[in-house]
């Protein structure tokens, strides 16, 4: 079990010291927004003229940029708070 705690203290520390900017950009942006919106690409296909459709997916990658950007902050903050926690009960 001492083991997996290790690991996961290991990966946490990764993240740190990679910064909130990179986890923001992979994890937010490409991982989280750049997902949905293609997501909102393929149903919004059917839905929109070709024009219209070219609009609602400019729309929705701006809204997923920054969407994806915030989600990736918050997330960031919640593991560096988890991580702090984790370590503060681990010792």
Do not use: P
């Not at 909130?20 to 927004?33: C, E, N, S, T």
């Amino acid at each position: 079990m001492a083991d997996i705690h290790q690991l996961r203290l290991a990966r946490w520390q990764r993240i740190q010291e990679r910064g909130i900017w990179r986890f923001a950009l992979v994890q937010g942006v490409v991982m989280y927004g750049l997902t949905l919106w293609l997501i909102f690409a393929v149903l919004g296909w059917s839905r929109y003229t070709h024009h219209d459709w070219l609009r609602f997916v400019g729309i929705a990658l701006v809204g997923a940029v920054i969407g994806g950007f915030l989600f990736g902050v918050l997330m960031y903050s919640f593991t560096m708070w988890t991580y702090g926690r984790y370590r503060k009960h681990s010792s």
